[in-house]
T-cell receptor, first 113, second 113 residues
Framework: AQSVTQLGSHVSVSEGALVLLRCNYS??????LFWYVQYPNQGLQLLLK??????LVKGINGFEAEFKKSETSFHLTKPSAHMSDAAEYFC???????????FGAGTRLFVKA | DTAVSQTPKYLVTQMGNDKSIKCEQN?????MYWYKQDSKKFLKIMFS???????INETVPNRFSPKSPDKAHLNLHINSLELGDSAVYFC????????????FGPGTRLLVL
């Protein structure tokens, strides 16, 4: 069975500071891993996706994530936070065979001026 | 053009009523989903359809009945609404089975009084 754990339901950073959102996964087969972002009163949209092509994945809006198999982690980072990054972030895991994507509980990112 | 659309956007109703939410995607995708997001932002899969066939039915009360008249549409009918049904319901679609990016609609905010 697959699962996702996001460490920290809330993360607060200052504008211009490093953003680090943590995600650990569990999967018995090589996983596909995703980060989605949800802005207030909107649906989720894809930030980036790992499909085994490269361990460092670059996404939209300056975000990137690194797949570390030995640590079963897929942490999301951005070098410099902007106010517009304030949103809910979801890590998710899927496999190629099934139809189900498992979402983490989400991390709310606050950006202070 | 909206890729995944849902109607209505807001739904306020009394306990015991029956209501429907409609979803349409114009991406040519084969797979569609219904998710429920609770007040703590937890996202839970309810149903998934692939080419109009029900693939996932996640221990959802049988008051909830999905229907896919064609690949581009997935509707959700809810009978005898209860207070606990209050949530945001998201429709999503993906090109095919697991491992594919999901595209989410804007959500339907259901409030049961």
């Amino acid at each position: 069975a697959q699962s996702v754990t996001q460490l920290g339901s809330h993360v607060s950073v200052s504008e211009g500071a490093l953003v680090l959102l943590r995600c650990n996964y569990s999967s018995s087969v090589p996983p596909y891993l995703f980060w989605y972002v949800q802005y207030p009163n909107q649906g989720l949209q894809l930030l980036l996706k790992y499909t085994s092509a490269a361990t460092l994945v670059k996404g939209i809006n300056g975000f990137e994530a690194e797949f570390k198999k030995s640590e079963t982690s897929f942490h999301l980072t951005k070098p410099s936070a902007h106010m517009s990054d304030a949103a809910e972030y979801f890590c998710a895991v899927s496999d190629t065979g099934g139809f189900k994507t498992i979402f983490g509980a989400g991390t709310r990112l606050f950006v202070k001026a | 053009d909206t890729a995944v659309s849902q109607t209505p956007k807001y739904l306020v109703t009394q306990m015991g009523n029956d209501k429907s939410i409609k979803c349409e995607q114009n991406l040519g995708h084969d797979t569609m989903y219904w998710y429920k997001q609770d007040s703590k932002k937890f996202l839970k899969i309810m149903f998934s359809y692939n080419n109009k066939e029900l693939i996932i039915n996640e221990t959802v009360p049988n008051r909830f009945s999905p229907k896919s008249p064609d690949k581009a549409h997935l509707n959700l009918h809810i009978n005898s609404l209860e207070l606990g049904d209050s949530a945001v319901y998201f429709c999503a679609s993906s090109r095919s089975r697991g491992g594919e990016t999901q595209y989410f609609g804007p959500g339907t905010r259901l409030l049961v009084l």
